[in-house]
Nanobody
């Protein structure tokens, strides 16, 4: 079982930036595919971004492409989500996820963090 702990959420004005971090433990980090999802009130959890094990490939939801960047540091067992030019519609709880399967769906990830709130004011 993989343990994931997110940090870095908060309140920011539209156009601002935040960087989320997620520290992982419990399994060799380099074997994990990692992703970020978000869930706004009343909505289902949705895919934001994911990164391959060696960080060669990154994938993004269309809604965040060009504004968000996912990265990982395998030496620090940490995955990051840099969020720039934030919009009010980015407001949600953001979840870090880890797994060994390939895909953008919730079911492709077997381990989840507790979530961190991101609020973007207009």
């Amino acid at each position: 079982q993989v343990q994931l702990v997110e940090s870095g959420g908060g309140l920011v004005q539209a156009g601002g930036s935040l960087r989320l971090s997620c520290a992982a433990s419990g399994r060799p980090f380099s074997t994990l595919r990692l992703g970020w999802f978000r869930q706004a009130p009343g909505n289902e959890r949705e895919f934001v971004a994911r990164i391959s094990r060696a960080a060669f490939m990154q994938y993004y939801a269309d809604s965040v492409k060009g504004r968000f960047t996912i990265s990982r540091d395998n030496a620090k067992n940490t995955v990051y989500l840099q969020m720039n030019n934030l919009k009010p519609e980015d407001t949600a709880i953001y979840y870090c996820a880890a797994g060994i399967e390939v895909g953008d769906t919730v079911s492709a990830f077997s381990s989840w963090g507790q979530g961190t709130q991101v609020t973007v004011s207009s």
